[in-house]
């Protein structure tokens, strides 16, 4: 079955970095883009970034666009997101999601989420 | 970037009865509309893509439909785990976005 596991989360300073992991499991990873989701907290979601199956095919959100890098490794199953020069307003669940199917831009499997709080 | 607006915010309904989630896109997405659960604690959960069109082992209770601008979930004979957060996102351009959500509760 499909697996995604996020890890990397944690408290960081404002100005400071994180990477996130989110490995793959039950499907043909190389196959599919991967998308970040992140929740704010009592907020809804908001779509961060993608990373295409080529692994240069690369879109981001405004919000994080310049800060945010996401990359993946095929011969591990995982993707990452390695986010700098964090603010308190990055605080979230961060999701990391796959893509339906090629063009299909919706998700139907998530991982559980990783949390990142950017506390002084 | 096209917004996504939910309404209610909040919906108040008995078990057993039905709820009609509302979805609106600033600009036509056409059907490129999706539908998730979000129950606390879990990530979220496909219902619904293509606007009208269920997901894999979604039950048939839930039903959607709408294209354009305007979007609905219906939801029939409420079970006690439907009362949790519904989200839209539109799958037509970028930046994906997602409406603020709509919470079922119990009346």
């Known amino acids: 079955q499909v697996q995604l596991v996020e890890s990397g989360g944690g408290v960081v300073q404002p100005g400071g970095s994180l990477r996130l992991s989110c490995a793959a499991s039950g499907f043909t990873f190389s196959s599919y883009s991967m998308h970040w989701v992140r929740q704010r907290p009592g907020k809804g979601l908001e779509w961060v970034a993608v990373i295409g199956t080529d692994g240069l095919t690369r879109y981001y959100a405004d919000s994080v666009r310049g800060r945010f890098t996401t990359s993946r490794d095929h011969s591990k199953n995982t993707v990452y997101l390695q986010m700098s020069s964090l603010r308190p307003d990055d605080t979230a669940l961060y999701y990391c999601?796959?893509?339906?199917?090629?063009?299909?831009?919706?998700?139907?499997?998530w991982g559980q989420g990783a949390l990142v709080t950017v506390s002084p | 970037e096209i917004v996504m607006t939910q309404s209610p915010p909040i919906l108040s309904v008995s078990p057993g009865e039905s709820a009609t989630l509302s979805c609106r896109a600033s600009q036509s997405i056409s059907s490129k509309l999706a539908w998730y659960q979000l129950k606390r604690g879990q990530p979220p959960r496909l219902l619904i893509f293509g606007a009208s069109t269920r997901a894999t082992g979604i039950p048939a209770r839930f039903s959607a439909s709408g294209s354009g601008t305007e979007f609905t979930l219906t939801i029939s004979s409420l079970q006690p785990e439907d009362f949790v957060v519904y989200f839209c996102q539109q799958h037509y351009n970028w930046p994906l976005t997602f409406g603020g959500g709509t919470k079922v509760e119990i009346k």
């Open positions: 999601a796959k893509e339906f199917d090629h063009d299909k831009w919706f998700f139907d499997y």
